[in-house]
């Protein structure tokens, strides 16, 4: 290399001119080293690209068959899967899982609704008992049995005298009657002592006998004998077949007028019914017997003087004779007269 400036030819390497003294320019040296130095640089990366470029075309190919062999795989297990039901087990678990709040849930509804049902229970039955005890003072106040009222069978032989009757008062003394004594398994009296109802019902298939009397006053005001008359139509309109009346016509000197029934209860004509109807123009003052009677035709059936004893006995039947025995009812002897 020559010096520029004078033409001196320079040593390798001279930064100044041995001739003239200037420095020298390295520029083109700088570029040549430059140039020599980003030969092989290049080459290297033109080599290490095209090996890049081959890994990355072998590393493609192998990646592109790994995923096509991992999808066919997925595909294949999916279908499996879905083939054993795995959805719906799926669907199920996770019903199951979704649940099981819900159980929860209900369980503690339960458990609230079970607690206020104990509290209503507990109400309940603390106002049941309450009302019962209240019931029970008021059935013990307004009802309780007569004596020989707890018979386990009818014996109409056993009342065919007049000691085979008990006799009852009213509490305000307005009337009296008298019920056989072995005839009923059943009696109610209300607090007030003014109404009484006595009754039989068989118990077995062997005993189909049923009875009842009741006796009670109430109030009624008005004419004694146009209140009678209304009574006679409404008892006649309850019963099948008169066999005996008596039409209310008179008013007599207690200021009673009354009206006398004896009929069929229904069409079988088994059982017969007896029925006193009274108004003094102040009340009402009934009784009616209801008993099975076998022969509706005969009147001298022992049941038939069991109705003579009822009558005899009754206060407002308007009878004037005293009861009689049975064996006066046979002979028709009147008795004595009260």
Same mark, same amino acid.
Do not use: W
């Given at each position: ?5 004078? =033409? ?30 980003? *030969? ?29 062999? %991992?999808? *066919? ?21 996770? +019903? ?10 209900? *369980? ?39 004596? %020989? ?29 008298? %019920? ?12 007030? =002592?003014? +109404? ?35 009574? %006679? ?6 019963? &099948?077949?008169? &066999? ?31 029925? *006193? ?13 209801? &008993? ?28 004037? &004779? ?13 008795? +004595?007269?009260?």
């Amino acid at each position: 290399m020559r010096c520029k400036f004078c =033409g001196t030819t320079l040593p390798d390497h001279a930064k100044f001119c041995p001739g003239c003294g200037k420095e020298i320019d390295n520029d083109r040296e700088r570029h040549e080293s430059r140039e020599a130095s980003n *030969i092989p640089e290049d080459a290297y990366y033109t080599n290490t690209n095209k090996k890049n470029s081959k890994r990355k075309r072998r590393h493609k190919k192998i990646s592109v068959r790994f995923i096509i062999v %991992y999808l *066919i795989v997925v595909l294949t297990g999916g279908f499996c899967i879905y083939r054993m039901g795995f959805p719906e087990k799926v669907v199920e678990m996770l +019903s199951k899982q979704s649940s099981v709040p819900d159980s929860k849930k209900e *369980i503690s509804q339960k458990s609230d609704k079970k607690k206020n049902n104990e509290k209503k229970t507990g109400k309940a039955t603390t106002e049941k008992k309450k009302d019962k005890n209240k019931n029970k003072k008021t059935l013990e106040s307004t009802e309780s049995t007569l004596a %020989y009222t707890d018979n386990s069978s009818m014996n109409v032989g056993e009342c065919l005298s007049p000691e085979d009757y008990n006799t009852v008062t009213a509490k305000d003394d307005s009337f009296s009657f008298a %019920y056989p004594k072995y005839l009923f398994n059943h009696s109610e009296v209300n607090k007030e =002592g003014t +109404s009484y109802t006595f009754s039989y019902k068989g118990n077995s298939a062997s005993d189909s006998n049923e009875a009842e009397l009741s006796v009670y006053t109430q109030e009624n005001e008005g004419d004694p004998l146009q209140n009678a008359r209304e009574l %006679y139509q409404n008892f006649s309109s309850e019963v &099948y077949k008169k &066999y005996f009346k008596m039409y209310p016509s008179r008013v007599d000197s207690s200021g009673m007028a009354r009206t006398l029934i004896g009929a069929s209860a229904d069409s079988s004509e088994k059982t017969g019914v007896y029925i *006193i109807a009274a108004n003094d123009g102040k009340r009402d003052y009934i009784l009616k017997f209801t &008993y099975p009677d076998p022969d509706m035709t005969n009147d001298y059936n022992e049941i038939d003087y069991v109705v003579d004893c009822v009558y005899r006995f009754c206060s407002f039947s308007g009878g004037t &004779y005293q009861p009689r025995s049975y064996q006066q009812f046979l002979d028709d002897n009147m008795g +004595s007269k009260k």
